[in-house]
């Protein structure tokens, strides 16, 4: 399978920072990127897509000014959680989607954990 | 996308199979079925997909229903490492697009 690398994967914060979250495919080029987020005993949840060099498109009930989507290349997107609180803690999945036979992979996911 | 129903939990003895059901009734003709898994604090892993035929693969097969109505996921020797959320989700192959993530089955392996 594809390559994905996610960084950092786990992160603690002070409430108001901001924290970057960075995304790479490896071995293949991602057009698109998928950012989800996962609370705790929930499933996995749809944040935003991104296509490289365009501005990225979010799902309803998530703030664009506070998850910050960068997608400048073919192989690095970020994902800045700006003036982060308590409840914005939580599991952190990217998925990259190239030309891969219509499988799409994830990274090993970021856990946020804003005190 | 269509829909999918599937299992909250399911227990198997290791080293039988595991056969993990999900129903897709509204699913459309240009809808693939997907089965991906996560095992705990990971990332998603892709397990194996089919539009109509059943497949296989190193991981496990895939039984799709002549109605495409339904599939099963069968894991033909169950190992504790295969304790994980499993995930059927129907998704059209144009473009890219979005997986949306049902609540799964959560599978138990025990010795």
């Known amino acids: 399978g594809a390559v994905v690398s996610q960084h950092p994967s786990w992160v603690i914060c002070k409430s108001g920072t901001s924290v970057k979250i960075e995304c790479r495919s490896l071995?293949?080029?991602?057009?698109?990127m998928f950012w989800y987020r996962q609370f705790p005993k929930q499933s996995l949840m749809l944040m935003a897509t991104?296509?490289?060099?365009?501005?990225?498109?979010?799902e309803q009930g998530v703030e664009k000014d506070k998850f910050l989507i960068n997608h400048a290349s073919l192989t690095l997107s970020t994902l800045t959680v700006t003036s982060a609180h308590p409840e914005d803690s939580s599991f952190y999945i990217c998925?990259?989607?190239?030309?891969?036979?219509?499988?799409?992979?994830f990274g090993a996911g970021t856990r946020l954990s804003v005190l | 996308d269509a829909k999918t129903t599937q299992p909250p939990s399911m227990d198997c003895a290791e080293g039988r199979a595991a056969n993990l059901p999900c129903n897709h009734s509204?699913?459309?003709?240009?809808?693939?079925v997907y089965w991906y898994r996560q095992i705990h604090s990971q990332g998603p892993q892709y397990i194996i997909h089919?539009?109509?035929n059943n497949e296989t693969n190193e991981m496990a097969s895939l039984i799709i229903t002549e109605d495409r109505k339904s599939s099963t996921l069968i894991l033909p020797h169950a190992t504790l490492r295969d304790t994980a959320v499993y995930y059927c989700?129907?998704?059209?192959?144009?473009?890219?697009?979005?997986?949306?993530f049902g609540t799964g089955t959560r599978l138990l392996v025990s010795p």
């Open positions: 991104s296509n490289e060099g365009s501005k990225a498109t979010y």
């Open positions: 509204t699913i459309s003709g240009n809808e693939y």
């Open positions: 989700i129907v998704r059209v192959n144009t473009g890219f697009q979005k997986l949306v």
């Open positions: 998925s990259p989607s190239g030309d891969l036979k219509n499988i799409q992979y």
């Open positions: 089919g539009l109509k």
């Open positions: 071995d293949f080029q991602a057009t698109t």
